[in-house]
């Protein structure tokens, strides 16, 4: 039910949305989950997990978003700040317990994204047998393109990923190695979830992933879906 301004004690946060591409369309964002561990080399760079594991999930907060173009200052609590490029999935149909064979007809559309990931943190927790979110669920941690809706470019089954610093490639892969393809994702998230229209995956990275440093630029991109484009500023006051 929608409440009158007045019954609020204090302001309620902003909506937060994703353009969608070719139009005036705003695709409101619910939650962000991301998948950990999607790509085999990517694992076997981070020296963990097993190769045949299901995946993991874990999330991001929604206001972590910022838009393509965007100059995001180097975060507070890190010095190794790094980048993984990553196709997002957008849900526009809920669902629970969805088959794989179905699971398209849950997908909106689709954009790109970087993780964005404060890895010393990360790994410490990861030691001490923590959550996550000091490693990944921080300001600013979820760069994302437009949508692209798939009844115009069709579901991201395959096509290359990369990312590049600076104009120099660092990460390059194909949507097609991911051990994890983009039905099994959906299915096996809404097993232990209820889907909803407004959530949006991540849904992994592939090898290559590093640091970046203020005044570097990122230049990510998906076939069929354009680029992404992000500047690190100076670090945070």
């Known amino acids: 039910m929608t409440q009158p301004a007045s019954a609020y004690v ?10 969608v591409a070719g139009g005036d369309g705003l695709f409101p964002v619910r939650r962000i989950y991301c ?5 085999v080399e990517h694992i076997r760079e981070m020296k963990e997990g097993d190769e045949r594991d299901p995946p993991f999930f874990f999330q991001k907060p929604r206001d972590a978003i910022v838009m393509s173009g965007a100059t995001i200052p180097y975060p507070v609590g890190t010095a190794d700040f790094q980048h ?3 196709l997002v999935i957008a849900i526009g ?26 890895r010393d943190r990360q790994v410490d927790m990861r030691k001490r047998m923590l959550p996550w979110e000091a490693g990944k669920a921080f300001d600013r941690s979820a760069p994302c393109g437009p949508l692209h809706p798939a009844s115009l470019v069709g579901h991201r089954l395959e096509g290359a990923i990369t990312l590049s610093v600076n104009g120099q490639e660092r990460q390059r892969g194909d949507l097609s190695q991911m051990i994890w393809n983009v039905p099994e994702i959906v299915a096996k998230l809404s097993e232990d979830y209820a889907l909803e229209a407004g959530d949006i995956i991540m849904s992994g990275t592939p090898a ?16 069929g879906l354009g680029e992404i484009s992000i500047v690190i500023g100076a670090g945070e006051a």
């Open 35 to 39: 998948v950990g561990r999607n790509y």
């Open 208 to 223: 290559g992933v590093g640091p970046v440093v203020a005044g570097d630029e990122m230049t990510g991109a998906i076939d």
């Open 84 to 86: 993984e490029i990553e």
């Open 10 to 19: 204090i302001a309620p946060p902003p909506v937060v949305t994703l353009p």
């Open 93 to 118: 149909k809920a669902g629970r317990a969805i088959r794989a064979a179905a699971a398209l007809d849950h997908v909106y559309g689709y954009a790109i994204g970087i993780d964005l990931t404060r």
